[in-house]
């Protein structure tokens, strides 16, 4: 079959390309389901380190397996020098955070020249899993830390890698309800199902490349504003509001105006997003137990009312908060600026990329789709004239 006959999907909107048994997205139902799990059922409960567990082995660990599958990704915190250099002379140049990541990420690779082809296997590939999704948020803390003239936090292998993460990020031990809320956090955006980023390292790894490159190619993909999203605007859209009372007014402006109301509607999710719901309860959480109460209770104000004006302009599209709309909420409970938004998330959504590349390893078969050629024929060369 030639490939002008074979049907043509903008973008692969529609197109099967994987068969996975890690997480399944339905838009219809707005049900996010990891490894049997519905994401309400397990993301406020586990643990980061129990969900990776899950992502990766299809099952729950024992209370002595966890602890050592915990003390495992601890052992492996740590960032060579060279990285470090690399991420020191990134900042002193103001690089993007993101592209600072993909740059350490990729940096991992180095002083494992001449691998042979065992690299491509499971066990160098749960190898590399096991220290990609480790150091992660040490290459995200030190960065965060190095753009603020300040000095890397070393990692410790005592606290859980939420609970690490905090601590890096500000030299001191967070609060229990901070690191519950950070689990929650990534483990509501740790997998969904075969997004840009995913494909990205699935394809890669499917060449029969390693883990590292394939990740290192996924945080390029999630660095491009269609994929990786932008929760800050969505909580810029609430601090421009101010006060419930202008709620209306400024929305509907906006509205008859055309633009998009930031944190609301999904490509996939044609009704509730069920992150969104995990992050609201988890943001309610968080907002409970401290001063700025204010700012949750103006956030769920704006939710209320743009989702009756959406109804109102809108009426034919089923526009529901979104995942964005929470996360810029939880983040900034957790006292997270703007710029830590989206490498946060990719500390999370390691474990997911890993656990497809793990999938792809296992079953492997080169990802080769057709195109369809629309450019001219039946061209002749001619010489230029002398």
Not at 325 to 340: D, H, K, Q, S
Request: net charge neutral; proline share 5%.
């Amino acid at each position: 079959m030639t490939a002008g006959s074979l049907p043509f999907s903008p973008g692969l909107d529609g197109v099967v390309a994987a068969r996975t048994a890690i997480s399944h997205v339905d838009g219809q139902r707005g049900q996010l389901v990891i490894r049997g799990f519905a994401l309400e059922e397990i993301a406020p409960r586990a643990t980061f380190e129990e969900m990776v567990f899950l992502l990766w082995n299809d099952a729950l660990p024992d209370e002595t397996t966890r602890d050592r599958f915990q003390a495992d990704l601890a052992g492996r915190r740590e960032v060579e020098r060279h990285t470090l250099e690399l991420l020191k002379t990134a900042a002193a140049r103001a690089v993007h955070p993101m592209d600072a990541l993909r740059m350490a990420c990729g940096s991992l690779m180095a002083g494992a020249a001449n691998r042979s082809r065992e690299a491509v296997g499971l066990a160098a590939a749960r190898r590399d899993a096991f220290r990609l999704v480790a150091v992660f948020p040490t290459l995200v803390a030190a960065y965060h830390r190095l753009l603020q003239g300040l000095e890397p936090v070393a990692p410790r292998t005592d606290l859980s890698h939420a609970a690490n993460f905090l601590y890096m990020l500000r030299g001191h031990e967070a609060p229990g309800t901070f690191v519950r809320a950070l689990d929650t956090y990534w483990n509501t955006v740790a997998d969904h199902g075969l997004n840009a980023s995913t494909f990205t390292a699935r394809v890669i790894v499917s060449t029969e490349s390693d883990v590292v490159s394939a990740v290192t190619g996924a945080v390029g993909a999630l660095k491009g504003p269609l994929h990786g999203g932008a929760p800050g605007p969505a909580l810029d859209l609430v601090f421009e509001i101010g006060t419930a009372d202008r709620a209306e007014t400024v929305l509907r402006q906006k509205l008859d105006r055309g633009e998009r109301l930031m944190g609301f509607g999904h490509r996939v999710y044609r009704t509730r997003d069920p992150r969104a719901d995990v992050l609201g309860e988890a943001a309610a959480r968080l907002f409970e137990r401290q001063s700025d109460r204010q700012l949750y209770e103006l956030a769920r104000a704006v939710e209320t009312c743009a989702l009756s004006l959406l109804r109102e302009h809108k009426p034919t599209r089923a526009l529901q908060t979104n995942v964005e709309f929470y996360t810029a909420l939880v983040l900034y409970g957790l006292e997270f600026p703007t710029t830590l938004f989206t490498p946060a998330f990719a500390a999370a959504r390691v474990a997911g990329w890993t656990a497809h590349c793990l999938e792809q390893i296992a079953a492997n078969r080169l990802f080769r789709p057709q195109s369809e050629y629309v450019g001219a024929r039946d061209r002749k060369w001619r010489s230029p004239a002398p």
